[in-house]
Nanobody
Framework: QVQLVVSGGGLVQAGGSLRLSCAASGRTFTGYAAAWFRQAPGKERAFVAAILWTSGSTYYIDSVKGRFTISRDNAKNTVYLQMNALKPEDTAVYFC???????????????WGQGTQVTVSS
């Protein structure tokens, strides 16, 4: 059974950093895509970043480019989201997901981790 376990959220001041981890178990994801989404109160779940598990190619929304970095450790079957220069508008519940291809649509992903709250105070 596939399981994605997310860790690393918390409360940070604006300008600070956090690193989220998403540890996968139950299968390997060679050839798959891993992504981070976030959902702010009253808003839809939105794409943040994604990585192709095999090639390491990455994709970001414009608002996080240069501040967030998605990466993966194949040996640990884990995906990370390093978040620097955090802003209050980054406040949301963050989710990791794995699917067969890169997509900005959260419904295209097959496996989900539990959310973790990221709160950025001004």
């Amino acid at each position: 059974q596939v399981q994605l376990v997310v860790s690393g959220g918390g409360l940070v001041q604006a300008g600070g950093s956090l690193r989220l981890s998403c540890a996968a178990s139950g299968r390997t994801f060679t050839g798959y895509a891993a992504a981070w989404f976030r959902q702010a109160p009253g808003k839809e779940r939105a794409f943040v970043a994604a990585i192709l598990w095999t090639s390491g190619s990455t994709y970001y929304i414009d608002s996080v480019k240069g501040r967030f970095t998605i990466s993966r450790d194949n040996a640990k079957n884990t995906v990370y989201l390093q978040m620097n220069a955090l802003k209050p508008e980054d406040t949301a519940v963050y989710f990791c997901a794995v699917g067969s291809h890169i997509s900005y649509d959260y419904t295209d992903y097959d496996y989900w981790g539990q959310g973790t709250q990221v709160t950025v105070s001004s």
